[in-house]
């Protein structure tokens, strides 16, 4: 049980559905981000703060805090400028501000979309080299290679969750096998700061889908096992798709939609 | 759903257990082989052909199938020129077929044949070398060759499963390891089916066994999970069995009887 | 069934654990140990032993058995004086005995100690280079060579288990992972004396755990699938225990508390 | 030294390359083709066979042969029937004339364009799955899957050899990786001809190229290393090669043309 | 034989190095550098950039350049800011500007500090999962994972190489190990230029020194075969070199000095 | 330079022919064994010693040695009683005696013969599980994994050699693979005192040889390169070698006679 959790990246949509599972483990929660939140429960409380400043992040850390879920940033293919400021300063800002407090453990929202470019049929486990997808997801290779080099050096433990697709449902056919339900979401968080030792371990946020690409097995150590599964809308999913094409790259590729986008700079 | 599926090796073992449960997938059936089929049912259609002949293979697909699930051939060791005809030249004027009449999905009897020369304490996945023990398993890695040059080349997709033992139960000892149960090949066929991108997957085709020495981890994208398993049929199994010699190659080796078995055209 | 099955080390906390369940697939069972056994039940017959003592060792096949589970010898760390006599000389001691008794299937206790010094971040196979934490964890390398090349050369099959931790229920974190319910333990070794062919295998005994480092598939031929876990106490353990250090040597290599332990001469 | 060597497909261009070398291993040398040979040397005979002819070929190993080069067959992309009697029917034929013949050993020209549709920046060694690029690359895994089940089941050895470019010279950029000296290709025969075990090996035809995307390293223990490279011809073949598209699949894949030619049967 | 490479970091000690030799293969050599270069020789133009400076970047491809040798940026262990500028916005603007200026290839300089906390003892090819030892090293995964990126989107091609230790000799006994001659890096970049097809590659750049912890065989393709060795100066090195300390965290690690190193932020 | 290096085993042929190379890298030299050594030369003194007394083993190291070369123990298969107190009793005492005088490196005698079980088209590294050929091979396996345990636990490095055949010239076919010229063994004991680090590492100890089995690239960072090779005596061996039958145990496996051996207690 933490005596209090930072997450940052609060108001956002995964943000929003853990907060309400937050009080399984952590007695009190701080709520971080650029949109206020105002809606808050007893045990929460809100700190507006532009991941991009150095001194609001580490100010994030006033008081002590025992744990970090750190969601905050760009979720989506953005132009360079906006992912800089967020994704690669804010996640330095982040780690510096861990270390200078006491490296309670981070939990890093990282990105499947650090492995886009590998093919559906092939079967990915934590030690592949990374083949992103979009400016985005070679942010998020960023901010994993910072937290392996700052445990490695610092000591600082982190889990980086390659997060799927965390959504209420899965919404298209490819997310039957990228779909995360927050209950699993939550429960990983639970076991990466039970845990006796986390290190830096890379881990697929992935359900229990019965169409996967993703192994685990290297992160068994943390007793994480997703409980939910995609199974149940896949009939409905299938029904209301689209016919999918199998020589589309969005098709052939783990990233999807992300691998077809074009470059965030140029004029549509 | 499709809506016109070409079944070949109609009236063979799996082909018959297989025949009720297509029309979970598909509104009409084509059924074909060797031997004719009577007891047709509404869905149903049966046309007479020998695979060795090209041109009845290709009217096979007259009027247009947009699925077909290739049990046609010969299905335990031969003399090499019935394995020629069936499985080499017969193999050959189907995917040709399927080439020139728009490409549906083929789902290839493949056999474990293909590697029935690994021992039984090895654990294969879908990317090993072929160890055949038989002349029909050699033509089944034919038939897999075939099919990963015409996707590669030509984008005709296909399924080749190398199916274990489907019979209605297992039979012996290796069977506990072996068994497909036909209702788990049918998910099989429907997941293939309806995956957005097949390329030339293969798979071994053994229901979910507590014996087993075949790892599909390479095609769980398919979305396939097997529901039976040898189980419940083990202490009868194992309480007729005559006692196995730990020497035998037929009980060293994943081919099992195949290994044991001589030339086909030698004199017995 | 089994005959006569012998079990050595009966007098052990494993041994005793396992007796109530070895009726299940032997007929009579004679126990050995170097502490005298008095609780007899009516199928099992005692024979005190010093593994030591070559003589004593081949009198224990007296009568012919067909099946033997080894769990004789020095459990933890000792001095290398006591280990030589129980675990080098004592293993050799019985497989000479098997070998000029008709070769009975053995079952050799090893030990997870074999391979302690990998992280617990490392997810091992049966194929591993051992990696002993303890004088004790040498002598069960030793074990384990010799199984395998009696096997090789003369053809006597042994099923080499390296327990983990086989109590009641797991007394900390660490046994989260490396818990083995006795009821496991005795399906497996009933799988090893039913499967057709043994041959030499390595197989880690834990139980089905959400905590794990161990991968068993190369075993999986052998049908053993644990059905017990180590959840139901993970609350209770966690809520117990006292905090682990993440750079605590115990904490981040598999052997636990021998890898921390110093030399058993040293004085402490 | 062999006594009696039978060649195959002699009056191609690598048999009639090799056949001034063959005197370093074999006293005398038949060599037999589709086509007559009429420039015999003393040691050497001709006898004009089909391989599609059973009786043919079983009349080439008359008075006994004790080891075989067999080149014979279609060597490039053919339409089927074409590479149905000579490479598949007539493999066939040869390793069962060599079965009932004292099982001589075979040295098999396979075929690079067995793993044609492996991209040039991946690194092949002999336990790859085939990916063959045209029907011509398809009979040749077929030539080798029966080699490797005659061997398993008959103890019939032979070495397959997959032929890169074996010409006087590298002619265009693809074969500075691709370039097999006929020397190399001599000592080759002869290392296998000389092994105290040959088994089933399968090795990558290729001179020592400082291009290079095959590793032989599991059939080290034949002892050969190639003398040859493709280095002295690398400014030359650069300079009149025209400009290479690297998109272009005949660039991307190890076929190289193959890849890019279209099916043999289709109308140009 | 390009007609004009650019060489960013042209002043830096490789850029003075490899100057002389880039005639070689090319006719016309764009030097930049923040730093100005006056010694010009007549192939050669100089042009100042701050790589931080988009338009800047762009303005270096003025009038077309058909090959990058990409050096500019911090070489060392420096606090963020000026990493941020220099390695995350520079490599971004190198590649956008590539992108948008005919797509030359690109010789990035990347680290053997990718990897520095793989153990001396481990074995890495060019797939192994970054493990950085600095800041430097992070964004040297950043920029190859920029170049993976642009590669798989948008066709851009690169050779990512991981410099060992790029001087007139080597200075201390891991250098034994990572020294690069620049001829040898000359020859990689001839060939990286020259090769049919490059896609996103990675390859250490070590020359063909006894001492090896790394492995280029998927480079293979390339034809790039280094000539020169640490061999000579092995004595003199370990002559002069002071005793190492086994336990030492620079010894035990390929990243040497700057594993040891702590945070540049941090007070001395 | 080693001031003093300890030499166990110096009678023996392996020990008789390092002698003379010592010299280049130790200033004196201390030779043991159980049969004295009356032809010392100036540098070199003696000391009689049976391994498996403690005590004699412990006096070996009296005055302080930085360097021990471990030949002694048993080299071939014995029976166990022999194998008991030299290979067992004996590395356990070496081992001892080295950590209490100051954690001299080790080199180990090791053996070709803790993997003999490997097939000879198997390629072999320095991670695989072992497989011992006969006790004498089980002994080696318990000194090796005793070399890893010592390093792990208490930081004692060793180097474990897996001595081929160290003899003056390849006498058999099988030694044109494991032929270790005594020079190159020498070159290796020099490299494993003057790497930075050595922790513990397994290499096989094989010269450069065309027929290999064996791959030290985990052993790179030692900086060995055989320089000799069985390469000169091949034709030699050949001519000379009675026939070998490729279904022979000793011709199939790397172990050689010793797999053919049987048990040295059973009577002839």
Known sequence: ML????????????????????????????????????DLAAH???????????????????G???????????????????ILNANLVGAYNLFEAARHHGQPRIIFASSNHTVGYYRRDEQL???????????????????????????????????SVRIGSCFPKPADPRMLATWLAVEDLADLCACAFAAPRLGHT??????DNAESWW?????????????????KWRAEVLASASRQDARDPAVIYQGGGFVAAGHPSDKS
């Open 215 to 231: 192994d685990n097995r290297n992160a068994d150590f943390l007793g994480w096992r997703p409980k939910h599964s995609s199974a």
């Open 3 to 38: 005596s209090k959790l930072l997450m940052t990246g609060a108001a956002g949509g995964v943000g929003a559905a853990l907060r309400p599972l937050l009080a399984e483990f952590a007695t009190s929660v701080v709520l971080s981000d650029v949109t206020e939140i105002t």
């Open 125 to 159: 486990d934590n030690t592949v080299l990374p083949k992103p997808d979009s400016l985005y997801g070679v942010s998020k290779v960023f901010g994993e290679s910072l937290a392996s080099m700052y445990f490695n050096k610092f000591g600082q433990e982190c889990l």
């Open 202 to 207: 890379i881990v697929y946020g992935a359900s």
């Open 64 to 82: 002590g805090v025992d744990g970090v879920i750190h969601l905050g940033g760009v979720s989506v293919e953005k132009t360079f400028d906006l």
């Open 44 to 62: 929460e409380s809100f700190q507006l703060c532009d991941l991009g400043d150095s001194g609001a992040v580490a100010a994030l850390f006033d």
